[in-house]
């Protein structure tokens, strides 16, 4: 049922011309769907810690992208709704606790990286049963 | 009202620097519709559009690379592309202040994350934790499935497959800084006054105030544990009158530059 | 000039494609004809301050085309890589530095209109992007596999990021004086006679002008804050094993971020391209008055804009060579414990001064400030912006205007 | 001083995890003096241990002076200390001469005073130059050098050569000074009294300057003496020493009759200490500020010394006198004599045998002993603070290695 509908929707993306047409939401959405996807991938098969962190980063970038595009008037028809500034606000929040999140998960990865002298994250398991 | 009649800028693009310099460029008139970035639309070609391919394929592809890079720093490099393409997808999309604030801040956050990965794998300089390739085959076939998914959900709203329209107010970060302080001078998304609709004020004093516990938080995880050594400085201090003073100044350079080399670029990086 | 080339036959596409490289192009040369230039200008000025000549010869007199036999010769040179290297990241490095400092100059305006590219946030911009100039010297500094390297650039990574913290807070406040982040408004703003510069606009802005060059000197990496190269201490720092080509890509780079601090000095404190002397306005030129007129005001902006940051850019050559270096935990103290508090306080000396004495100590001496501010008060009823009162740039009113008007 | 008590020096802060990196400053860095190879063992930033590894520059000199006349031999010390050639002569002159009971005439002692001096001041200002070098500036090397010129134009005048002069040796010197000589010395002087100034303001009291040297760099009076420093580096701590002074009569009765006092702190302040900057509240003897001090004193001194001993020269009547053959045979003994030499005393060792070659030869550096104290000196420093220690000690490599 889903794949039918993925193609049908699919199809006239493509088959519209990148170059002359304007950009959608949808074509932020599709970005913001593989960043997500990356960091997703990168947060659960990278064992340094540090490449976890960067997943993390990713992920928030993709639900960045989503937050921007739902926001920008450009991306809509004339007249349709958006978030607004809304959409903006929240991405800036989100930029501002990633970095804040970014500074706490760098200080947890020093210090475990002092008492481990690595930043592998499969050996953080001390608190195992 | 201070006004400047200066929008011709917006229109022409990176372009314009050479139009303004030659007069002659001026004389013919032309019609384009105007888009965020400065791009426009002209005998077909979107410059809007393919901008956005270009920023979105770089996007992805350095994301992918972070995932695909096995060296700390080279994932650290992707990911300061990936984020810098990001960027320029939000000033596409009118997001300039966004756009801007990624630049400065994801971008930077970034560059300590880099210098980390130097410094944590100093010892041998190319060394990496690699996930085993079965890990990395599982990983493949989740994201895939994941990828599936989002875009399976992404495609389902007929409102979001409408392109845009393009022709909308210059951007600004006017409205986004007045919200912040509480005040919302933007239109409402249907197009009449909101008058209704508060501003930021309180979740930006939470956000400082979060900004700051997490800026003491990370300074007291990563702080320097003190710890008494006897130094060469020490044979000075219990012989020569001077030594006192000559000690203090050795110390005020020890610490200064533990304070320079570690723990300062961790805490100014990442509190930003 | 698309509109001309479209004159001329050619197909659209193809037409904007060519005027937006050829304008690419200009700022490439900005950047790269002033390295030539500021290089030869700097061997000249060391010369003449340590009392030798300098080159003479090349070029016929003052040997003015050193600059470009030394290019020549780097393009010649073998472009080595340590053994042990990331050749790609090695590879990489000089072209992330450049493009950072080259990027940094889409927002710049040299003159009024003559700017790459309008953004609202144009201050934000440029010190954002010229921060991504130190990835590049990271980069070379871990990937040359030389422990010289790697100092250098971990301490350019601590400086640099360091630094940003009192660059911003001086640069925040020009932005609020003129009320935008708008590098062109901030520039029309201080329109007239130099009394109009921010520079001059109360003792707080004074004292934060100067701040500001300690953290571009800084942030650029020039004696005495020039660690991350450091030359008696880390031979030749992050760019040690670097040669030839990619070598020069570092030293256009680095020229080209002096040049550009310089200029963002010059438009956030200095009236940008409105000179000391309003000559524009004293000869009765102005935008309104014809083509050529308009030509000759921008010229003439130009003149001024490139004349002030080619100033700013002396002085830090003037300065290379007077002074010695720092250490780095005495340019860490410089920024947290000297430069950070004090552009702090004066930040919020410039706010109160704004709040209680709007039109300076002496009234009818500058032209009051402000206008736009009222325009924002109106309400939340969405009408200051929304509704015609544009705060920067353009507005919708005026959009509809332009787009029957042809761009200039 | 409350605020001082957090930075009690022996706590060192320990964050990080960190491995120690072993560096390699030299053979071929540009702050290194020559030669020298310094292997540092780094925390970061911060140096743990400094090894100087020496001996790139060793060409048998000692060996060559058991194989030639002490006349002959002449030359090679102009290679030991290269920047000080005249005074390297006039050591190993005045060692030989001492072994042979030799004495030279009055003017011939005034003329080695003359020339010695002038020659501390020109090594004195290439040490200068080249510590603004290790510091990041490179304008006042070449004010330094510029000056220098002058006095090898003027060395070149008298022995034709501009470095290695061979110019003073054994029994008097080469040859007279050429007429007019004296005018162009005076000349020189005078117009280089002024230029300390402008080195006193770019270097020696410039904010920059004293910060990366005052209380760096700390050689305690002890230390200093138990590593056998000696020259500025052991003046500088505070040891009132001075071989012209203190030396044996053979070189002490070279400067009978000048006036100089030695540049040295005594009481909390250097001789003359009113017509110089004032040292820093930062400044703690036996640093390497300090150091520097002392020579740009030492600068002044010598001015004074030379324009005294010009005096006494052009009074002379009596000829110069011949330098002793290339054939003069040695007596059988020993004589060591330690002359104070710009960078510190030097020492020449002879052991004549009856004939005209010595059976043996040696001298003893003074650059090796000061070069001894880096690691202790750098221990804990940082790694910009290596090339203001070892700039501080003016060492140079021909002479350690010989």
Redesign the interface.
């Known amino acids: 049922m ?1 794949m039918p ?2 193609a049908a ?2 199809v ?2 493509f088959a ?1 011309n ?14 913001g ?10 947060m ?5 810690a ?2 976890v ?3 993390i ?2 992920v928030l ?1 993709g639900a ?2 989503n937050f ?2 739902f ?15 809304d959409g ?2 929240i ?3 989100v ?10 998960a ?6 475990f ?2 008492n481990h ?4 994250v499969d050996r953080a398991d001390d608190l195992k049963g | 009202m201070e006004i400047f009649h200066v929008g011709n800028t917006v229109m022409g693009g990176s372009a314009l620097m050479l139009d303004t310099l030659l007069p002659f460029a001026a004389s013919v008139p032309s019609q384009h519709v105007s888009l965020p970035f400065g791009a426009v639309v002209l005998a077909g070609i979107n410059w809007h559009s393919v901008l956005f391919l270009l920023f979105a394929a770089l996007t992805c592809a350095f994301a992918i690379g972070v995932v695909a890079a096995d060296n700390v720093v080279r994932m650290a490099l992707y990911l300061v592309f990936s984020l810098g393409s990001a960027a320029g997808l939000f000033f596409l999309a009118g997001a300039e202040f966004i756009g801007a604030m990624q630049l400065m801040i994801y971008v930077g956050g970034t560059l300590v994350l880099l210098v980390f990965g130097v410094m944590l794998t100093a010892q041998a300089p190319f060394v990496s934790i690699k996930p085993s390739s079965s890990d990395k085959t599982l990983a493949a076939v989740a994201g895939a499935s994941l990828l599936a998914l989002l875009l399976t959900a992404v495609f389902s709203v007929d409102a979001w497959l409408a392109p845009g329209a393009g022709v909308v107010p210059p951007p600004s970060a006017t409205p986004l800084g007045m919200a912040l302080v509480g005040v919302r001078v933007d239109d409402s998304p249907v197009g009449a006054p909101s008058t209704g609709r508060s501003g930021y004020m309180l979740p930006f004093e939470i956000v400082s105030v979060h900004l700051l516990v997490v800026l003491v938080g990370a300074a007291y995880l990563a702080r320097a544990k003190r710890r008494k050594t006897p130094r060469a400085i020490d044979a000075l201090a219990s012989s020569e009158p001077f030594a006192g003073r000559a000690a203090v100044s050795g110390a005020v350079q020890v610490t200064g530059a533990r304070a320079a080399g570690g723990s300062s670029s961790a805490l100014v990086g990442g509190g930003r | 000039m698309a509109d001309f080339l479209i004159g001329l036959g050619l197909p659209g596409w193809l037409a904007w494609t060519v005027a937006a490289l050829v304008a690419a192009v200009l700022i490439l040369n900005v950047i790269a004809g002033g390295a030539l230039a500021f290089i030869w200008a700097e061997r000249k000025i060391a010369a003449r301050i340590q009392d030798r000549l300098g080159p003479t010869r090349t070029g016929g007199r003052f040997g003015w085309l050193q600059s470009l036999a030394d290019g020549i010769k780097l393009l010649a040179k073998e472009d080595l890589m340590p053994e042990g290297a990331d050749g790609l990241l090695f590879r990489l490095a000089p072209y992330v530095s450049f493009c950072a400092s080259f990027c940094a100059f889409i927002a710049l305006p040299f003159a009024f209109d003559v700017v790459g590219q309008r953004l609202n946030v144009g201050v934000f911009f440029v010190v954002a992007v010229l921060g991504l100039e130190v990835f590049g010297v990271i980069l070379a500094g871990y990937a040359s596999a030389s422990k010289w390297s790697l100092f250098g650039a971990m301490r350019e990574a601590a400086q640099v990021v360091s630094y940003e913290v009192p660059l911003g807070m001086c640069v925040v406040v020009p932005v609020m004086l003129a009320g935008t982040m708008d590098l062109v408004t901030i520039a029309e703003k201080q329109a007239g006679w130099f009394t109009n510069w921010y520079l001059f606009h109360d003792p707080f802005t004074f004292v934060v002008f100067w701040v500001y060059v300690t953290c571009a000197v800084a942030s650029v990496n020039r004696a005495p804050f020039d660690l991350a190269e450091a030359e008696s201490e880390l031979v030749a720092g992050f760019h040690t094993e670097y040669s030839g080509l990619r070598w020069s890509f570092f030293f256009m780079a680095e020229y080209g971020s002096m040049f550009l601090v310089s200029a963002l000095a010059a438009v956030l404190f200095m009236g940008g391209w409105n000179g000391p002397v309003p000559v524009a306005t004293i000869l009765g030129l102005s935008e309104g008055t014809g083509d050529t007129a308009a030509y000759l005001v921008r010229l003439i902006g130009l003149a001024n804009l490139i004349g002030k940051a080619t100033l700013g850019v002396l002085a830090m050559m003037w300065i290379r060579w007077t002074l010695p270096r720092l250490r780095i935990d005495q340019v860490m103290t410089t920024c947290l414990k000297y430069c950070t508090p004090i552009a702090a306080v004066m930040f919020a000396g410039a706010m109160l001064w704004q709040l209680f004495l709007p039109a300076g100590l002496l009234p009818g001496w500058r032209r009051p400030p402000g206008e736009v501010r009222e325009g924002w008060l109106e309400g939340p009823g969405g009408s200051a912006v929304g509704h015609g009162v544009p705060v920067s740039g353009i507005g919708p009113a005026s959009r509809d205007v332009l787009a029957t008007r042809s761009p200039r | 001083m409350a605020h001082l008590i957090d930075d009690d020096p022996r706590i060192i802060e320990f964050d990080v995890r960190t491995d120690e990196m072993l560096v390699n400053m030299g053979p071929q860095h540009p702050s290194t003096h020559g030669v020298l190879r310094l292997v540092l063992r780094t925390d970061g930033e911060i140096v743990s241990e400094t090894e100087p590894h020496i001996g790139y520059l060793h060409r048998c000199a000692e060996k060559i002076g058991e194989n030639v006349s002490p006349r002959q031999w002449i030359p090679y010390t102009d290679r030991l200390d290269y920047l000080a050639a005249m005074n390297m002569n006039l050591g190993w002159a005045l060692t030989v001469e001492k072994l042979m009971r030799h004495e030279v005439s009055e003017k011939a002692r005034h003329l080695r005073v003359l020339i010695a001096e002038l020659n501390r001041i020109a090594s004195h200002l290439v040490g200068m130059g080249a510590y603004g070098l290790d510091l990041g500036t490179f304008s006042p090397f070449l004010y330094a050098f510029r000056e220098r010129e002058k006095i090898l134009d003027l060395f070149e005048e008298a022995c034709g050569a501009r470095l290695t002069y061979s110019y003073l040796t054994v029994g008097g010197a080469t040859a007279d000074l050429p007429s007019g000589w004296l005018q162009k010395c005076e000349a020189f002087l005078d117009q280089f009294e002024p230029v300390i100034k402008e080195y006193h303001a770019l270097l020696t009291t410039n904010a920059i300057f004293v910060k990366r040297t005052a209380g760096i760099g700390l050689l305690s009076r002890e230390m200093a003496i138990d590593y056998g420093c000696s020259g500025p580096v052991l003046r500088g701590s505070g040891v009132d020493q001075d071989m012209r002074r203190d030396g044996e009569s053979i070189y002490t009765g070279m400067y009978d009759g000048y006036a100089f006092e030695v540049a040295v702190q005594k009481d909390g302040r250097y001789p003359r200490d009113h017509t110089y900057p004032t040292v820093p509240s930062e400044a703690i003897l036996g640093d390497c500020w300090h150091r520097f001090f002392v020579r740009m004193l030492e600068v002044v001194q010598s001015m004074d010394l030379v324009r005294q001993a010009i005096d006494r020269y052009a009074a002379c009547r009596e000829p110069l006198g011949e330098p002793l053959k290339l054939s003069e045979k040695l007596p059988i003994g020993d004589a060591y004599l330690e002359t104070e030499a710009p960078k510190g005393q030097m020492g020449f060792y002879v052991v004549g045998n009856g004939t005209s070659i010595p059976w043996r030869v040696r001298a003893r550096s003074s650059s090796f002993s000061n070069l001894s104290v880096t690691h202790a000196l750098c221990r804990g420093c940082l790694i910009a603070d290596v090339p203001a220690i070892v700039g501080s000690l003016d060492i140079v490599m021909g002479e350690i290695d010989r």
């Open positions: 889903e509908v993925l929707a699919v006239p993306i519209a990148p170059f002359t047409d304007p950009v959608g939401v949808i074509h932020y959405l599709v970005v769907a593989v960043l997500f996807t990356a960091g997703i991938a990168c659960t098969l990278k064992r340094n540090l490449g962190l960067m997943g980063e990713l970038n960045n992208m921007v595009a926001s920008s008037p450009y991306l809509r028809a004339d007249g349709a709704p958006t978030l607004g500034l903006q606000v991405a800036l929040f930029i501002l606790l990633a970095a804040a999140e970014a500074a706490v760098l200080a947890i990865t020093l210090n990286y002092n002298a690595t930043v592998d």
